[in-house]
C-alpha cells in the first residue's frame, strides 16, 4: 500500500519531507546548461537535458535523507514533448533510487476522463490486451472540483497498483480563500471538501490507520490546517508552502498528528536553488547546497514536532 | 482576438458546434489500427499514429462545417509521450484547415505554476532568450478552484497572443452538484464562480461584445444554464454533454442568448464513433458517418435555435 510505504519511509529515514522538483531553467546553474544548449541550440531539447540532469544531481544528493520527491508536471509540460520526457525519466530515476514519486499534476475531470487521467499517471494504459505504463508517480495530486464522480475513477487504480492521491483541500495560494473559504450552513467549503476526502480516506485505510487517500493543506493556513487535522484524522496532508512561499516549521506543525505523523512537508525553490543563497557553495557543488537546505528543514521540523510533543521516530 | 474569430467562424460556417477530438483506440476502426499494430506492436507508437491518422480523417471530413474542435488530452496522455505527440499534432493539423483549437486540459494551480501551464498551452516558453511553443491551442478549459490569482495567470497570454480560456462553472457529470450547487448566502457555489468569470470577461471584450474569457456549462443541466445566461452575458459558454452524456438541443438553448451567440456546443463520442450506431456506413467510411451526424448536429441545434427565436445568420 502506498501510504504504508511512506510512512516507512519517513520512519526509516526520519524525515517527513519531499522535495519539489520544480525544474526553472533560468535557475539551473550554467555549468548544467551550457553545454546543452552548445549541443541543441536555446531548444526545448537543450532545457529538457539540462532539467534532467539537474534533477538527478539534486536527487543523488537527498534521496537518503527523504522519502520521496514531487516533481510539479507543469514545469515539464511547458517545455512541450521533451519536458515531459524529462518528467518520464526524473520518475524513473527516482524510483530507482527508493523515493516515493507524488506526480503533482493536479489533474481531474468528468468520470470517462478522470479515468484516462487515472491510465495515465496511476495504472496502465491497455493497447490491445497489452497494459502499458505512460507516467510514473506512486500518487498524484487531484482537484476536487467535479465532485466523487471524479474522484472514485482514481480509486480504484489506488487500490490495483498500491497507489495514492492527495485531494486539493486548502491549497497554499493567496487567492485560495476565495472559493474555499466560503461558508455553506456554518462550514466552510475547504471543510466541505476535508469531510469529502475523510469519508474516501476512511474507506481505504493503511497499516497504521492511514490512508492513500490524502489531501493537499497548505502551509500557509495554519489555523485552516488545525481545522482540518481534527476533521479527518485518517487522511494524510501532503502540505506545500513551506519555505519561498512564507510556511514555517510552526506553521505547519498543525497538519501532524499527536503520533508525529499525518503530514509530509514540501519545500521546493527553497531546496532546488539553495546554491543561489549562499555564497558557500560555488556553483558546481549546487547538489551539496541543496542536501544541506534538504537537512536543514528536515531538522527544523523534526525539531518542532519534539518541541510541540509529536515525536515520531 | 480568439473571441472575434470563433463568432466569425460560427457565424460563416453557420454551425455553434465543436468536435471533440477524445480518441478511445478501442473505438477506432481497425482498419486504421491494424496496420500500426502489425508495424509497432501493441504499443503506445501504434495506439498514437492510429489516433493521428483518425483524427486527421475526421478534421478532413468536417472541418468546413464548424469552427473548431476540442481535443480531450487526457485522452492522449494515457498514451504517455508517443499520446502526446498526437495530440500536438492534431492541434497543428486542425490549425492548418483553419479550425480553432479548445484545447481541454482543465488545468488549474498555484500563480507560478498555473504561468508554467499557460507558457505551456497558451503563450510560450522562454529557453535562453528564445520564445517556443510547446502545445498548440487557442484555447484552454481551466479549473477555478484555486481562484483569481490561478486565473490570472492566463490573462496576460489572452491578451498578447489572442488566445481565449473557457473557466469551469458548471460541468455535466452526475455530481458536479456536490461542490457546485452548495448554497452561501443565497447564491450557489456555480453562480460565485461564473459571477468571479464574469468580472474577468467583462475586462476582456471583443468586437461582438462577447469575451475571450468564458465558461464551461455542462448541456446536462439547463435550468443552470438558464441562471447562468442571465448572470453572464459577455461570457462565450462552452457546452459539454450532448448527445452521449445526454444532452439535447432543447437542453443547450438557454445558454444561447437572445442575439443566437454565447454557446459553442461539443460531441465528441456521438460524432467520432458514428460510424458503429448505423448499418449505413462501411467502417472504412467511417469519416462519412462522422460528417453526417455533425450536419445532424448542427442542424438540430439551428433549428432549435430558430424555434426559439435566437437565429443568428
Given at each position: 500500500m502506498f501510504i504504508n510505504k511512506l510512512i516507512e519511509g519517513i520512519k526509516e529515514k526520519k524525515s517527513p519531507i519531499v522535495v519539489g522538483l520544480d525544474p526553472r531553467i533560468e535557475l539551473i546553474p550554467g555549468i548544467v546548461t551550457n553545454k546543452y544548449y552548445e549541443r541543441y541550440g536555446k531548444s526545448f531539447r537543450a532545457?529538457?537535458?539540462?532539467?534532467?540532469?539537474?534533477?538527478?544531481?539534486?536527487i543523488d544528493k537527498v534521496y537518503d535523507i527523504i522519502p520521496g520527491v514531487k516533481p510539479q508536471i507543469a514545469f515539464y509540460e511547458k517545455y512541450g514533448i521533451e519536458g515531459l520526457k524529462a518528467y518520464n525519466e526524473?520518475?524513473?530515476?527516482?524510483?530507482?533510487?527508493?523515493?516515493?514519486i507524488v506526480g503533482d499534476i493536479k489533474r481531474g475531470d468528468i468520470g470517462s476522463t478522470s479515468k484516462a487521467y487515472s491510465d495515465a499517471?496511476?495504472?496502465?494504459?491497455?493497447?490491445?490486451?497489452?497494459?502499458l505504463r505512460a507516467f510514473y508517480s506512486d500518487s498524484i495530486t487531484v482537484n476536487p472540483y467535479l465532485g466523487d464522480d471524479c474522484l472514485k475513477e482514481f480509486v480504484e487504480d489506488i487500490e490495483k497498483y498500491e497507489r495514492g492521491m492527495f485531494v486539493l483541500v486548502k491549497t497554499s495560494n493567496p487567492s485560495s480563500s476565495q472559493l474555499q473559504d466560503l461558508v455553506v450552513n456554518g462550514k466552510k467549503i475547504y471543510e466541505i471538501v476535508g469531510e469529502m476526502v475523510s469519508g474516501w480516506s476512511r474507506?481505504?485505510?493503511g497499516e497504521y490507520n492511514y490512508s492513500s487517500i490524502g489531501a493537499v493543506v497548505g502551509a500557509t493556513y495554519p489555523e485552516e490546517a488545525k481545522n482540518l487535522r481534527a476533521l479527518m484524522k485518517e487522511s494524510y496532508f501532503l502540505v506545500p508552502g513551506y519555505g519561498a512561499q512564507g510556511g514555517t516549521?510552526?506553521?505547519?506543525?498543525?497538519?501532524?498528528n499527536?503520533?508525529?505523523?499525518?503530514?509530509?512537508?514540501?519545500?521546493?525553490?527553497?531546496?532546488?536553488?539553495?546554491?543561489?543563497?549562499?555564497g558557500k557553495f560555488p556553483e558546481e557543488n549546487y547538489g551539496d547546497a541543496s542536501r544541506e537546505a534538504a537537512i536543514k528543514m528536515r531538522d527544523d521540523i523534526n525539531n518542532t514536532l519534539e518541541k510541540y510533543g509529536k515525536k515520531y521516530w
Open positions: 532545457a529538457a537535458e539540462a532539467i534532467l540532469e539537474f534533477n538527478m544531481e539534486i526524473t520518475c524513473k530515476y527516482a524510483s530507482k533510487k527508493g523515493l516515493l499517471h496511476l495504472g496502465r494504459t491497455e493497447v490491445e490486451g497489452e497494459y474507506k481505504h485505510l516549521a510552526e506553521d505547519v506543525i498543525h497538519s501532524f499527536e503520533d508525529g505523523l499525518g503530514a509530509i512537508v514540501n519545500s521546493s525553490r527553497g531546496i532546488l536553488y539553495a546554491y543561489k543563497n549562499q
